[in-house]
């Protein structure tokens, strides 16, 4: 499947049948990996600003982290606080077959952090590494499009490309998600779903052998030209609601794990 990498797809096949993943090790976790072209210095300059803003959302769990106006000198850095890199050709095994030769070819460029920099960091913009194991998370979800409508269960087979998108929006932030099977609903069915009782369903979520419920629909919209996603979960004796309109389910599915990030690290309301 083009744009998953392997480590994808076997984490797909780990996460929708609900078996356990081992904790992430630093080295997993302070690293970052984005798409360049060639392997030049120019391209590599791009990719290391990338890497740092992936480095510390992944690390903090918290998305606003970028957006702080302190990150735009710290981009202008990105190169002094990368540990090392490595390249690795998109295209490897295939011939080059134009006259732009190898260093137009796209590669990935992973750059590794030493914690205590990317820690320091984070302090001076005013968050924190989201530390402990982060908790694996049972999605409840309905998906309506037209007259075609589901619950996103284990064993539903409409789902099959949502549940690969939810994955590959999780990888990049170490969260691990499941599904959980239709005889694991507790009678909760798609009509009920959206009044359901989050606690109910964060029991629900732990006969799943998750830690936590992620509820939530999307909702095609021709007007928005998109889906409309809402999402929400439980944390700390309180109910976060999120919503994003008028996009793709990956970019909704990337919305709720981000936002389930921002809420678990403990940085509030995504």
Partial sequence: MPGISRF????????????????ATPSELYQAQTIVTGTGDENRQIGFKDCL?????????????????EMLALREKAADFVESFRYHDRLEGIPVHDEQ??????????????????????????????????????????????????????????????????ASAAGPLLMRVTFPRTGQ????????????????????AKKAGAARALAGSIVWSDKELGWIADWWLADRGKIYRWQVRGVSFDEAFRVAIRGAAQILSGHGQP
């Fill in 101 to 166: 030769g190898t260093h137009d070819r796209p590669h990935d460029l992973t750059c590794l952090y030493k914690p205590a920099v990317v820690d320091k960091l984070l302090a001076q913009l005013g968050s924190r590494p989201w530390v402990g194991e982060r908790p694996p998370i049972a999605v409840f979800m309905t998906a309506e499009q037209g007259a075609r409508h589901f619950l996103l269960t284990q064993d539903e087979q409409r789902g099959d490309a949502m549940r690969e998108s939810f």
């Fill in 53 to 69: 803003d992936k480095v510390l959302v992944k690390v903090s769990g918290d998305q606003r982290v970028t957006q702080k106006a």
């Fill in 8 to 23: 994808v797809l076997g984490l797909v096949g780990l996460l929708c049948f609900g078996v356990p993943v081992r904790a």
């Fill in 185 to 204: 609903l507790g009678g909760v069915d798609e009509k009920a779903l959206s009044g359901a009782d989050i606690t109910k369903l964060d029991r629900l």
